[in-house]
């Protein structure tokens, strides 16, 4: 069956450093793969979009790169900051079926 | 910031109560979703719709229903809540123009069932 594995437990990093999340999919094949980010109580909101034949997508201070082979996504936040403090949601995507991982909460401690 | 809206954002009501929650967007998005999410745990598809008249089951079986009249609006009702409905429901639209579309979720909606 299909699945979605991201960071299985939370992530603390120190105010400045890079955080490194990321998602694991088998008996798939993603065409996109999206992020969104998503706060306490909020509906999720979306960061990047990175297909299938791309290796990597930059955005201000995130980065992520999709690896087909792998089959993994890495999303990094180069000098986190506090108020990048949220639970990361990976979502892969294959004609018309889209599916979420179930997060990846992230600390940035000041 | 989207323009898709819930109401209401907290409910508390009794079991077997009726209970509509409304969703509207004003996007002009063909398709609609109603995703279940409980604190920490992961997104649940309960229902999505392609346009207007049309509505598909999701992955996670769900006693609720929904209809789609109009474009922009979406609501999913509960004809008799029982306390294991409580959880967060999140509206969704997105244009259905093929893969890599963005979803825009609204804020959720809480639903305590005493």
């Known amino acids: 069956s299909q699945k979605i594995e991201q960071n299985s437990e939370a992530l603390n990093i120190q105010e400045g450093k890079t955080a490194t999340l990321t998602c694991n999919y088998t008996n798939y094949s993603p065409a996109y793969l999206q992020w969104y980010r998503q706060d306490p109580g909020r509906g999720p909101v979306f960061l990047l979009l990175?297909?299938?034949?791309?290796k990597e997508k930059r955005k201000e201070r995130l980065k992520v790169t999709f690896d087909t082979t792998l089959k993994q996504s890495l999303f990094h936040i180069t000098a986190s900051q506090p108020a990048d403090s949220a639970t990361y949601l990976c979502?892969?995507?294959?004609?018309?079926?889209?599916?979420f991982g179930a997060g990846t909460r992230l600390t940035v401690k000041p | 910031e989207a323009d898709i809206y819930q109401t209401p954002r907290y409910l508390v009501i009794g079991t077997g109560k009726k209970i509509t929650l409304e969703c509207s967007q004003t996007?002009?998005?063909?398709?609609m979703y109603w995703y279940q999410q409980d604190p920490g745990m992961e997104l649940h598809l309960i229902h999505y719709s392609y346009g207007v008249n049309s509505t598909e089951k999701g992955d996670l079986s769900s006693e609720s229903t929904v209809s789609r009249i109009r474009t922009e609006h979406f609501p999913l009702t509960l004809e008799s809540a029982r306390p294991s409905h409580t959880s967060q429901y999140l509206c969704?639209?997105?244009?259905?123009?093929?893969?890599?579309?963005?979803?825009?979720f609204g804020e959720g909606s809480w639903l305590t069932v005493v």
């Open positions: 990175i297909r299938e034949n791309e």
């Open positions: 979502a892969l995507i294959d004609i018309d079926d889209m599916r």
């Open positions: 969704a639209s997105s244009d259905y123009t093929g893969t890599g579309n963005t979803i825009y």
């Open positions: 996007m002009g998005h063909d398709k």
